[in-house]
């Protein structure tokens, strides 16, 4: 059963009611469902499928081809001598089918792993595309593959047969916590809201790692079971995590690497100084837009009272779990995340992985603020001390909104309702007057404290505006 992934499926099924025929792109990390998507959206019926084979030649990659024509139907199919060769024989055959009636759908899969070294698959591919389906009107065309940047730098950034040709970018995503929830319930997994969103803060929303959790079993005995276990299914799932993404994963190690440092993260400036071999030119360039394409980091303006600064920050929470708790580990420690549960160190990463699991899930924060329909930007803002005594301060979420309000964010992590303190209220105060003070007050400012549970009643708890709870985060 595909669980949510509703706009996606109507994108896909709307190329079926076009005109004309369409080419489809489909793009995401691994293990986020992209295959799964188009196989059940159109029910495994396709006039021709094909996946391409990893680390082949273009000899084993061309006789794969031609075994997938002849799964399809093309009952005598000769040795195919190039690429241009195997979409001429795949034009042919679709040429003896009637051009009335339904849309023929073509699938290609993994389709980076057919571009071997001089290849010419990409020219091939447009001339495929240019020559024979875009002059028909009964074709779909969808190329899908994990590899992310390959299909941003030949296809979307092509300057030959492939500029502007794809009619529809689908870029898949990992579930929000609407959508594991509805996982959770298909699969009768037993968890709360509270499970939800701690299994949310260490695996994302990749279907694939969900599908591992085993029924049964605590949230902590599954994390255990599949991270820390020395045979579990993610122990090493980071190393093959960009090896599958990217035909050239170092560089983007290294930058992932260099943004695990810093939990804010960094400028681009901090990046080549705090990564390995990084150097600031046009591949750092790419390697930031390509793990933004992916999900990985987003991008995001940091304010303060004298600047504004573009900041790339690492925000896979696998990643992320992986770089605090197993990356350089001396030692598998099985029963770990379960024997640590209240421990400083835990309740540390999962107050920041908290605010993390929130910026996923900033269109749900401004839907229980009633702004759906408003303009904002949403950022970070940050002073330090000031000779005249002014204490620092930092917001990590504001929601500027264009009905002149600026939401100023709290997020605070509880497994209960939190209880608003003294400080926590002189805390805000001060924040809020340092950032009156750097940015002026043109606009009405809103107190906002997103925490799980909602607040304790106390003489604290009219410090916030507003409070938003898990259960707003839940919505879809």
């Known amino acids: 059963m595909l669980i949510g992934r509703k706009e996606e499926q109507r994108e896909l099924t709307r190329a079926l009611e076009w005109d004309e025929s369409a080419f489809i ?270 999900g990985f980091i987003r991008t995001y303006r940091y304010r303060g009272i004298k600047h504004r600064t573009t900041i790339h920050q690492l925000i896979d929470n696998y990643t992320l779990f992986y770089y605090k708790f197993l990356h350089n580990r001396p030692a598998v420690d099985e029963g770990y995340w379960s024997a640590n549960i209240n421990t400083p160190t835990r309740n540390s990463w999962e107050g920041l992985a908290f605010e993390r699991v929130c910026f996923l899930h900033y269109k749900q924060i401004k839907q229980a603020l009633g702004i759906s329909g408003v303009l904002t930007s949403i950022y970070s803002w940050r002073v330090d001390d000031d000779p005249e005594g002014g204490r620092g301060a930092q917001i990590d979420m504001v929601i500027d909104r264009a009905d002149r309000v600026v939401n100023l964010c709290e997020m605070k992590f509880s497994t209960r309702e939190f209880a608003v303190t003294k400080d926590i209220d002189l805390a805000m105060r001060n924040k809020m007057g340092r950032f009156v003070e750097s940015v002026g007050r043109n606009k009405a400012m809103h107190l906002t404290l997103i925490t799980p549970h909602g607040v304790k009643n106390n003489m604290y708890q009219f410090a916030f505006d507003r409070v938003i709870t898990a259960d707003d985060l839940f919505k879809e």
């Open 25 to 294: 792109a489909v793009t995401g990390r691994r293990r986020v469902g992209k295959t799964y998507l188009v196989r059940e959206t159109f029910n495994n019926t396709f006039t021709f499928q094909h996946t391409g084979l990893a680390n082949q030649k273009t000899r084993s990659q061309l006789g794969a081809f031609r075994r997938s024509l002849m799964d399809c139907g093309l009952r005598k199919c000769r040795v195919l001598t190039d690429w241009f060769d195997a979409f001429h024989t795949l034009a042919d055959w679709l040429r003896t089918m009637p051009a009335e009636g339904d849309k023929k759908i073509l699938f290609i899969d993994e389709i980076s792993w057919l571009d071997a070294p001089r290849s010419n698959f990409v020219s091939a591919l447009g001339y495929f595309w240019n020559t024979f389906v875009s002059a028909r009107k009964d074709m779909v065309l969808i190329i899908c593959g994990s590899a992310t940047s390959w299909i941003v730098n030949k296809v979307f950034r092509d300057r030959g047969g492939l500029h502007n040709r794809v009619t529809h970018r689908i870029n898949l995503m990992p579930f929000t916590l609407h959508e594991c929830e509805l996982y959770s319930d298909t699969h009768r997994l037993g968890f709360t809201r509270t499970d939800i969103l701690e299994c949310y803060m260490v695996l994302g929303g990749v279907p694939f790692y969900w599908s591992l959790l085993e029924r049964g079993l605590s949230v902590s005995q599954n994390i255990d079971r599949l991270l820390f276990d020395r045979n579990g299914k993610l122990h090493n799932e980071y190393n093959d995590l960009f090896d599958s993404l990217f035909k050239h994963p170092d560089p983007y190690i290294a930058v992932v690497s260099a943004l695990g440092k810093k939990r804010v993260g960094m400028t681009r400036e901090e990046i080549i100084s705090e990564g390995d071999h990084i150097t600031g030119n046009g591949t750092l360039t790419r390697v930031l837009e390509d793990l933004e394409a992916c």
